[in-house]
């Protein structure tokens, strides 16, 4: 099921799936989309060449899965991200 994204939220979940530290818990919860569907958002939202390095970054790495990360990492964004308007996460 493709849902459909204003480009603004594409942004958004490309820059979030981009980040090393947010999960893609995290963009689930904040837009509804499994991994999977992230995953096929970044397929067809980039280059193939940036997609594979981003796959081949992501791919087992701890940070980007909450059931894999340490306790001591309880949080959703970069402390660096506060500044970023108009995602939901940082409003609370």
Do not use: Y
Not at 21 to 30: D, H, W
């Amino acid at each position: 099921m493709i849902k459909e994204f204003t480009e603004r939220e594409l942004d958004r979940i490309i820059e979030m799936a981009w980040e090393d530290r947010t999960p893609f818990e995290a963009i689930t919860f904040q837009f509804g989309i499994s991994e999977q569907e992230t995953i096929e958002v970044m397929r067809r939202e980039m280059k193939p060449s940036s997609f594979r390095m981003w796959r081949k970054r992501v791919q087992g790495r701890a940070t980007k899965h909450a059931k894999l990360r340490s306790d001591e990492t309880d949080r959703f964004r970069c402390s660096r991200q506060r500044g970023i308007s108009g995602n939901k996460i940082s409003k609370r």
